[in-house]
């Protein structure tokens, strides 16, 4: 397939609200996250997760909250779009949510032990947003931004990640499906911040319609015509089933993780 569909270099708002239209795919086929990325949040931090007051900001649907949920941190999941927002309360009902954003969070200062963006850092203004985490985040508390990346590694994802960048001529950072580079000014992190990086790998086994509604919850994927997004996921459940005859996928990733105490 040689058509391409750029979705411009820069996350803008209409792109990071593009998810409200797929939130149950988005809930149902995102992969979650490994109990070895909380163990490295808590040797950073320098304090468990169970008891901590957390903001988990750009929250989605809640696959984050739920695991910080699950190590006992006291939550609250920040989300801006009202789709996944909805999804997140069917899914976590339970959990505190509050809509909003990372750029102006409704906090008092100095409340948070813990504020955590995961896969959502990138959609900020960084400068705005680190602003906030300085005055919402205790003295003494931590900022973790985490990603999702693909292992490009393994030969057919990457052979995968370069149909993608031919389909929509960009790289797999501006598709989000995470940077290609691990440097602080890759990420946009505030500057002023001594991060600790951790990379931690990990697979998950799928079923073939899965991964690919996976794939398809990406942003790159919502907002581009639904008949070549459709067209190109076709495509490649024919390449993947004659690489996994028996319908079942493993995918393979690493775990981006920048932390710092403040």
Same mark, same amino acid.
Request: hydrophobic content about 40%.
């Given at each position: 397939?040689t058509?391409?569909?750029?979705?411009g270099?820069?996350p803008? @708002?209409?792109?990071?609200?593009?998810f409200? +239209?797929?939130?149950a795919? #988005?809930?149902?086929?995102?992969?979650?996250? @490994?109990?070895?990325?909380?163990?490295?949040?808590?040797?950073?931090?320098g304090?468990?997760? $169970?008891?901590?007051?957390?903001? %988990?900001?750009?929250?989605g649907?809640?696959?984050?909250?739920? +695991?910080?949920l699950?190590?006992?941190?006291?939550? &609250?999941?920040?989300?801006?779009? @009202?789709?996944?927002?909805a999804?997140? $309360?069917?899914?976590?009902?339970?959990? @505190?949510?509050?809509?909003?954003?990372?750029?102006?969070?409704?906090?008092?200062t100095?409340?948070?032990?813990?504020?955590?963006?995961?896969?959502?850092?990138?959609w900020?203004?960084?400068?705005?947003?680190?602003?906030? &985490? $300085?005055?919402?985040?205790?003295?003494?508390g931590?900022?973790?931004?985490?990603w999702?990346?693909?292992?490009?590694t393994?030969?057919?994802?990457?052979?995968?990640?370069?149909?993608? !960048?031919?389909?929509?001529?960009v790289?797999?950072?501006?598709?989000?499906?995470?940077?290609?580079?691990?440097?602080?000014?890759?990420?946009?992190?505030?500057?002023?911040? *001594?991060?600790? #990086?951790?990379?931690?790998p990990?697979?998950?086994?799928?079923?073939?319609?899965?991964?690919? *509604?996976?794939l398809?919850?990406?942003?790159?994927?919502?907002?581009?015509? %639904?008949?070549?997004?459709r067209?190109?996921?076709?495509?490649?459940?024919?390449?993947? !089933?004659?690489?996994?005859?028996?319908?079942? &996928?493993?995918?393979? #990733?690493?775990?981006?993780?920048?932390?710092?105490?403040?």
């Amino acid at each position: 397939m040689t058509t391409t569909h750029s979705p411009g270099a820069v996350p803008g @708002p209409s792109r990071a609200l593009s998810f409200d +239209r797929a939130a149950a795919q #988005y809930a149902a086929a995102r992969p979650s996250y @490994p109990d070895t990325l909380f163990d490295a949040v808590e040797d950073i931090a320098g304090r468990p997760l $169970r008891g901590a007051r957390a903001l %988990d900001v750009g929250a989605g649907t809640g696959i984050s909250t739920r +695991r910080l949920l699950d190590r006992g941190a006291r939550v &609250v999941a920040v989300e801006p779009g @009202p789709g996944m927002a909805a999804q997140l $309360r069917r899914d976590l009902p339970d959990a @505190p949510l509050v809509r909003g954003d990372g750029n102006r969070l409704p906090f008092a200062t100095a409340s948070a032990d813990l504020i955590t963006y995961a896969q959502s850092w990138h959609w900020t203004d960084h400068v705005r947003a680190a602003a906030e &985490v $300085r005055r919402v985040l205790r003295p003494g508390g931590t900022l973790a931004l985490w990603w999702n990346v693909s292992d490009r590694t393994v030969p057919w994802i990457g052979a995968q990640e370069e149909r993608l !960048l031919r389909f929509f001529g960009v790289g797999p950072e501006e598709l989000g499906r995470g940077a290609h580079g691990s440097a602080d000014q890759d990420r946009g992190l505030p500057p002023d911040l *001594d991060f600790t #990086y951790r990379r931690v790998p990990w697979t998950r086994r799928i079923p073939l319609a899965t991964h690919l *509604d996976n794939l398809g919850s990406h942003s790159a994927f919502l907002t581009i015509d %639904d008949e070549a997004a459709r067209g190109f996921l076709a495509e490649e459940r024919d390449r993947l !089933l004659a690489e996994f005859p028996d319908g079942t &996928v493993e995918e393979a #990733y690493v775990v981006e993780l920048h932390a710092a105490r403040r």
